[in-house]
């Protein structure tokens, strides 16, 4: 799997049609578990390009390139999605994808080559909730970023893991409003600068896996784009965990967050995320204030509790026995009031 995903074909597939552009976009050299081991900017020569990788098949062909950013971590969930899906050997025909608005919400639609829904900002998981109601057979999974599930749809993210409807989620946290130009967010770090924060942000930004996690998610878990691998094989528990499962993907925003944090550099946003990142496991004798500003990763919760969706079916289907008991009861009165004409 390791090999697999250290393939530079297949990001050389993704990424061919950057080389169009004007600007010398950050290249990955492979063979290393340290993506920042292996970035860079010079001239070296470029991996054979290809348009035929195994994976593209998983991408809408005719919408590339993306319009991310250089630099942007949408392209790494996107890589790490389709390896996922692939590991799974899960046909995409089997998957509806459902989005909300901003630059994450572009990672499934139009990239991801499934049936998708790009709804409304805030929205995803109130339309994915109805999909899934409907087409229990379908993976139903929600890809967008902190603005639209945990600001504007934050309501529908914990009432969605309080009922443990069996809905994939992966919240795309580049602490932003991105595609809006960097509007602070409610994942913002406190202190930070954005548009709308130009004296800094005097807010506290929720742990939104957190939250989730208490609000009864099924399977919570937090990684960043700099644990390519680690995110990969969480999307895929995520994928297979029957009930709300939910993965908070931190991210590089070089361009709206890097505008006023001083970190508009990729590089350098990933070294933060590489260092800052504590695994859950080491955390246990950890007081709460050493923790405060750092990204605690791994699988913060997993369990089993029963499921919206399999309560409701149960539901239908004991009310249509009634239903059908009163109607026959209604019946045998009729026929009955019908023999004896009373
Ligand atoms: C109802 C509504 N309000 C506001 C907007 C404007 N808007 C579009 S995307 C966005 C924020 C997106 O932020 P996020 O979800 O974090 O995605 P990112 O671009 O950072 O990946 C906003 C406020 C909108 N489209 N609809
Ligand atoms: S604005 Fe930020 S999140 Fe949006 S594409 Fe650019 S780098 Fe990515
Ligand atoms: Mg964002």
């Known amino acids: 799997m390791l090999k697999r995903l250290a393939d530079p074909e297949f990001f050389e597939a993704l990424t061919a049609v950057n080389a169009d552009r004007d600007e010398k976009p950050l290249r990955p050299v492979y063979g290393t578990r340290d993506p920042l081991a ?5 001239d070296a020569p470029a991996a054979p390009r290809t348009s035929h990788h195994r994976l593209l098949k998983y991408l809408r062909r005719e919408v590339l390139p993306t319009t991310f950013c250089v630099g942007c971590g949408g392209g790494t969930v996107l890589n790490a999605f389709a390896h996922a899906v692939d590991e799974m050997r899960i046909d995409p025909k089997g998957i509806v ?3 909300g608005i901003g630059c994450s919400s572009w990672i499934p639609s139009p990239y991801f080559l499934c049936d998708t829904l790009h709804t409304t900002h805030g929205r995803a998981i109130a339309f994915a909730t109805g999909v899934k109601v409907m087409r229990p057979d ?3 999974i929600i890809i967008a970023g902190d603005g639209d599930l945990a600001g504007i749809g934050g309501n529908h993210l914990i009432h969605a893991a309080r009922r443990n409807l069996d809905l994939t989620v992966f919240l795309v946290n580049n602490f932003i409003y991105g595609m809006t130009g960097g509007q602070v ?4 770090p406190f202190g930070a600068k954005t548009t709308t924060t130009p004296y800094t942000n005097v807010e506290h930004p929720f742990k939104i896996a957190d939250i989730v996690a208490a609000a009864g998610g099924s399977y919570v878990a937090r990684w960043t784009t700099y644990h390519a691998f680690q995110l990969m094989e969480s999307m895929q528990n995520a994928i297979d965990k029957k009930g709300f499962s939910f993965v908070e993907i931190i991210s590089q925003c070089p361009v709206s ?3 006023m944090t001083g970190m508009g550099d990729p590089v350098t946003q990933l070294k933060d995320l590489r260092d800052r990142s504590i695994h859950i496991d080491d955390t246990k004798d950890l007081p709460d204030d050493e923790l405060e500003d750092r990204f605690v990763v791994g699988k913060l919760v997993e369990h089993r509790r029963a499921e919206f969706g399999d309560g409701l079916q149960e539901l239908i289907t004991r009310r249509r026995e009634t239903l059908r008991d009163e109607l026959d009861a209604g019946l045998r009165q009729d026929t009955s009031a019908l023999e004896t004409g009373r």
Request: charged share 15%; with cysteine.
């Open 38 to 42: 292996g970035l860079v900017t010079d």
């Open 138 to 140: 379908m993976k139903v």
């Open 257 to 259: 967050f890097g505008k």
């Open 97 to 99: 994808c459902v989005t």
């Open 185 to 188: 967010s409610p994942t913002t």
